[in-house]
């Protein structure tokens, strides 16, 4: 009899230990999930965030604005760092491949990209503000250079 209530009393331990740790592991996969999110987040804001320092690079060259060779390069630079964002936002492929495409463009053809800078901005305040078509001009436009070319 003694025996039996040792076992029923481990027996009960057992369901509230594994209850408590059941629970606090739902906790902590409902606080990744949450965490995972925000990181998202931030990421697509930088990534926004630097498609508008790009746009206004672009228009600060377009006006003559400073050195040509130093806004160029501020440009390759605020590209490159909306790239890097890119890759890490999940669910972002097609978008990931355009954005690196303009910015291998712009390092690769800079004679041919330097006169397109209008359409490229353009595109680029389309991306920021979310419309599909700025990666659909983005795209029309590395298809029309010519990649033989300088």
Known sequence: MNQEKVMKRRMVGAIILFSVTFIVLIIFIALYVDETHRVQETYRTQYNT??????????????????????????????????????????????QKT?????????????????????????LDDMAANVDRGYTRAN????SLDKKGN
């Open 50 to 95: 630097n498609l508008k320092h790009a746009s206004e690079a672009i228009d600060a060259y377009l006006k003559g604005e400073g050195d040509y060779d130093m806004r160029y390069t501020r440009i390759i630079s605020d590209m490159s760092s909306a790239n890097s964002f890119a890759f890490l936002i999940e669910d972002f492929k097609d978008e």
């Open 140 to 143: 029309k436009l590395i298809d």
């Open 99 to 123: 954005i690196n495409e303009i910015n291998s463009a712009l390092i690769k053809y800079p004679e041919q990209m330097k006169g397109n800078l209008e359409e490229l901005k353009e595109a």
